[in-house]
T-cell receptor
Framework: DVKVTQSSRYLVKRTGEKVFLECVQD?????MFWYRQDPGLGLRLIYF???????EKGDIPEGYSVSREKKERFSLILESASTNQTSMYLC?????????????FGPGTRLTVT | GENVEQHPSTLSVQEGDSAVIKCTYS??????FPWYKQELGKGPQLIID?????GEKKDQRIAVTLNKTAKHFSLHITETQPEDSAVYFC????????????FGTGTRLQVTL
């Protein structure tokens, strides 16, 4: 079974703090994703990585950065957390076959910024 | 880029009834349309997908239909059960790539006894 794990289920941070969200997958997938989930807005892509050290911006990258130093690990960084970044963050991974591939999601991290 | 619209946002059905969720997309070149189910406290999980070379695909009580001319696809759940209660998301590929997906805004399905 593919497993995607996220470092925390719940996280509470203060405005201005630097926040790290970690994601690890165990299936040697090339692609990894960070999404943000908000009520009524669905899943919005923050960043995408298709290989180690390679990344692409998604639809809402402002205020976020990412790091992928190893194939299995993809980190989302909030350089200076703000209250409007309070949300559910989902990490996913997928293989690359070129024709549309299943994305495997972690359980999510609910981040609250106060 | 791809734009995916999903309706309805909430759906309540009685156990045993059918449920239908509809999505439209904008990019006529899109050729892969997955549906994900998100149960409470979990991440979304793929339940069925369809590619543009077929018009319908079934897997037990769930089916997906695709109308490429009208650029819409639908999820059909028959004989609904309480365990079908969840949030459902449709998706389509980002324009020009099959690796990234654009998701719909989700449908919260409630199956009542």
């Amino acid at each position: 079974d593919v497993k995607v794990t996220q470092s925390s289920r719940y996280l509470v941070k203060r405005t201005g703090e630097k926040v790290f969200l970690e994601c690890v997958q165990d299936m040697d997938h090339e692609n990894m994703f960070w999404y943000r989930q908000d009520p009524g807005l669905g899943l919005r892509l923050i960043y995408f990585s298709y290989d180690v050290k390679m990344k692409e911006k998604g639809d809402i990258p402002e205020g976020y950065s990412v790091s992928r130093e190893k194939k299995e690990r993809f980190s989302l960084i909030l350089e200076s957390a703000s209250t409007n970044q309070t949300s559910m963050y989902l990490c996913a991974s997928s293989p690359t076959s070129g024709g549309g591939d299943e994305q495997y999601f972690g359980p999510g991290t609910r981040l609250t910024v106060t | 880029g791809e734009n995916v619209e999903q309706h309805p946002s909430t759906l309540s059905v009685q156990e045993g009834d059918s449920a239908v969720i509809k999505c439209t997309y904008s990019d006529s070149a899109s050729n892969y349309f997955p549906w994900y189910k998100q149960e409470l406290g979990k991440g979304p999980q793929l339940i069925i997908d369809i590619r543009s070379n077929v018009g319908e695909k079934k897997d037990q009580r769930i089916a997906v239909t695709l109308n490429k001319t009208a650029k819409h696809f639908s999820l059909h759940i028959t004989e609904t059960q309480p365990e079908d209660s969840a949030v459902y998301f449709c998706a389509a590929p980002y324009t020009g790539t099959a690796s990234k997906l654009t998701f719909g805004t989700g449908t919260r399905l409630q199956v009542t006894l």
